[in-house]
């Protein structure tokens, strides 16, 4: 059994807790942390959980904790995984590792430093279609990869305020899961270079801010592979996360927009569900990442557990992806080196 | 090149027509004949058909006629084929052979006594999807067959006057297509019983006058194999058509009311169209039985060709169907042997 | 939270115990049931449930027992039934109801007397495809009901030995679970009449001795519908439950075979992964299932609890079905009546 | 109707005889030019048709000629255009209207400057999925465009020797279909920015000597929506063209490798047909737009027929491509303005 705390009581982070409390045999949530100590006593209540505390200092003081699941803002992320790391803590972190790349390398390198078990929250990896057609493409069965395209849109209609969303938000939170995506069934081959197309379509008031809620990314990676992934902060028929990867003997496509097994036919033709958000439509892939880490923690090795490298090696294509769109210009990975 | 005298210019004559005049190569439409002189004529006019005339005995004055299509009421069915049949044209008639049992067998008869071709109108066999899973159980990829299912909805809502339709319609014009495709998928095996239950749900009120417009049959097979075969007077959602047959390896299915290859995502979900009549979405399977006819009068082996001997064996079902239903009771097949 | 004893550790058991143990929150499995203790013994400590007990009377000396879960084989219902109900635990109970029409009305009629919660593993209602279908029904998306149908066929291939499974288990343990679905759906109208056709087909050879593996029935129901519950024993391509509901507004659609959701493209065409069983396929629905139970217990009334009642209305249609088959005719369901 | 010569009897020129000769009402062939006379002669006789000649020179000489419909290799397009416009006949060439921007440029010029109907072969805007697709979009029923994507890919496996084909093909030839999809849902929208990554995946020996086979392209409009089309010369599951245009009020898909509407289930899963090459999967759309092409000389307004100007829109695009593969960065369009 793993004693966790989870940091954060946001829209994630209770999901988190619940999933973690309630689905994940291997884990048991000691405490829920939040300055917010309210939600985090609420949380805590709903689910028998010991401990709400605001923040981790108190809950290192726990005993027996083996590990924190943060899910707080993205500014505290670094903070609290080198917090984490140096009291032994496994350290598991919604993505992306940390708000820039150089944060996220320290990050990265204190837990490696500390020696405990890191993983971000890439839960795609875990979703069964995601999972199926990355085992297919690992046995060879599409041969060379020559295309992959990776695609995330978020439940619309968008009702957020944009000027509370940090710029370059879409890139470095949601199309840093198509990155991942990218990077994993892509193996070996490495990133060359990276053109981003962006605008603010969904919210064209605020573009003059800067703001960006629709992005279509193409990276070239040393294979000679293309690679795209594309996102949009609002998709009105639903959450719609789907994959397609292309080679020489053939193809996988993961996910589909319908989130319903019942069809219904009437007057104006068939019809079928697709509403629902992340967590509705992917509690699964959530549960089982946490299932991999607390296997991982026990032990075990767990062969598409995203690793620090794979928190890192998003985040660059991230920052390149965003310095394209900067500049108006193809971007070099190599120019992110440090 | 076939010459063909179209007989019938109601609604699917009048498809025929145009289908072979503009889409089947190897046929020459010479003449339609109807009675209603007017719509024959307005016909062969919109088709550049050399001949409209009131009757079959016209046509047979013309030379080089090689061929008829019959499409007009069913009572006509039979003195049409014994005529034709007499006069050495080749038949081509829709579905059923004739009106009674007694008197298909007395038509199919007299075309073999004439030796010409003979053709039964079950198109189904032609459409792709069909065909594809034909040949896919031929080649045995299921295994030995265990059920077979067939189904056809007549698009709605349905606006006929019931009393204008005779008794037994969905048996004897509608079911006889599923009849037939069971009969062609089982190959060697014989129907032994049948079981109808059926009723007049989308016109009630003429229920007490003997409708039907609901029906579900069930027949049991020497082999063993089990196939229901069901139909509906009204889809609101159009023309659906569908097929399924299960066996020891497998399973195929055929067909779908999705009629379009757009699909939409809307605030309320997955749409696609699904509207459709039958010469809409099944043009190409009349086409295609027209094409087979025709090289079966150019002396070709045609596999699937449905046969006189196909005719009987769907219409003597029809009426073990019927009986079935008058009687209420499962009536072996035998009962209806000469 | 619920205390509650599990009896039966087989095939099905053994994934109640599981699916109670780790993913219902609601529920506390205190004891697992079983004279095969060792079996018990290991179920147990695999869950960390306190109680491994070869028989339920030692279950019944527990402290703060709630509930049952019976799994076991199936003449052992009946008591198991009665006397929990007579220590006033709550019962669910693996359908069907009982070994025999008459001792399942025994068995609900001694849950009804203690007064306790009843529920029967109709597991199909809680499956997301059939719930929303259903919600889509009882909202009159499709109006008046002509035609239902749905489908059970286990995974094959079938290698079970036909002579130790208890005649009529097709339609007495398989599908009961369409019997239900269909009264379910129907609402207020009654079966009137059942056909039934099934013979041996997947294990011919023990067609001798009475063993059926296919089956086929129609169901009159008063309200004019006709419905049909198909079953088999060996569906090579994987656990396949659908079904279909057909009236005069439309028609919904529920179920596939299809179990990823990822697709693969080759020389071959489009694949996709089939296989799975039912506990892998329908673990959610067993899950809700159970959640349902429990908040019934706890008072909370849930619209579509499979209850004693209908327990009895499936069962009815089994035995109908059953006499059907040996007698070679229509039943009357009234001929079932007391 | 309408008296065509069809000049080209290549693989595409060849179907285009056999179309509109057997398959286009409005339609006949008097001639069929090439100065492989006897390919010409052969294709001929095998449709009846008048006439086989060796160039246009002589077909200009017969008289009643009223259109071309232009199916040669690339560099005789400008030539044979002007040549048919200024003898007044109307002109349908396959795509792309000539070998070189300019040179289609002078075409179309020639073609407006005779006053004759003029026509370019993007026969997708005439398959149904696209055709519905776009009238969904066309009513508003996605609203505001914010991203579009086109697909083609070539049936393979790839044999072609690549040292045959000329470079840039897959861009001038194959995603120019791509280009003139995006133009033609965009509407009033005017594309500013095009970039490329193209490369040799399928034959990478090729690679050095300039040769693409792989290519994606990312258009930005002026409307913010970004577009991508993307091409494959190799799909070993057959023939796949594909398109997804999403809006502010949703999203509409087109197109599927499949290819068949059987589905096959074994202990393998799933499986669908994709095989089929674009004159196998396509043919009612070429059916289709010669057919528009008859009804425009007859002087019918056809909505989405393809023009000259539209022909000339996706030729800037294909240069604008090709301009950012060769200087490896985003090209604006306006760079291409005369």
């Known amino acids: 059994m793993i004693d966790i705390a989870v940091i954060g009581t946001g829209r994630i982070g209770s999901h988190h807790v619940s999933a973690l409390a309630e689905d994940v045999p291997a884990a048991r949530v000691v405490a829920v942390v939040d300055p917010a100590i309210d939600r985090a006593r609420a949380l805590a209540e709903a689910h028998d959980i010991p401990h709400a505390l605001p923040s981790l200092d108190q809950a290192l003081d726990l005993d027996a904790l083996d590990a924190v699941v943060i899910a707080t803002p993205l500014p505290t992320h670094r903070p609290l995984i080198e917090q984490a790391a140096a009291a032994g803590l496994h350290v598991f972190t919604e993505k992306p590792v940390a708000a820039t790349l150089a944060e996220a390398r320290a990050a990265v390198e204190a837990a490696e430093a500390a020696g405990v078990v890191f993983q971000v929250g890439f839960n795609r990896r875990f979703a069964e279609p995601w999972a199926a057609a990355h085992a297919a493409v690992s046995a060879g069965e599409i041969g060379a990869i020559h295309r ?191």
Chains 1, 2, 3, 4 share one sequence.
């Not at 840093?176 to 603010?200: C, K, L, N, Q, Y």
């Open 148 to 338: 992959l395209h990776s695609l995330t849109r978020d439940p619309g209609p968008f009702t957020a305020d944009p000027a509370r969303i940090p710029e370059g938000t879409i890139v470095r939170e949601t199309l840093i899961h198509d990155f991942d995506v990218i990077s994993w069934f892509m193996g070996e081959a490495r990133p060359v270079a990276v053109h981003t197309a962006a605008d603010a379509l969904v919210a064209p008031a605020a573009r003059a801010a800067g703001f960006l809620d629709t992005a279509v990314v193409t990276i070239r990676l040393d294979s000679g592979a293309i690679a795209t992934a594309e996102a949009s902060f609002s998709a009105v028929y639903g959450y719609d996360l789907r994959g397609e990867v292309f080679g020489a003997g053939g193809m996988v496509q993961m996910g589909s927009p319908v989130s319903s097994g019942a069809r219904h036919y009437g007057s104006e033709g068939l019809r079928a569900r697709t509403a629902g958000t992340d967590t509705e439509r992917f509690h699964d892939s959530y549960v089982a990442e946490f299932s991999a880490f607390c296997s991982a923690i026990e032990g075990e090795e767990i062969a598409d557990r995203p690793t620090g490298a794979d928190g890192l090696a998003a985040q660059v294509l991230a920052d390149a992806a965003l310095l394209s769109h900067a500049e108006g210009r193809e971007v070099l990975v190599e120019e992110l080196a440090r």
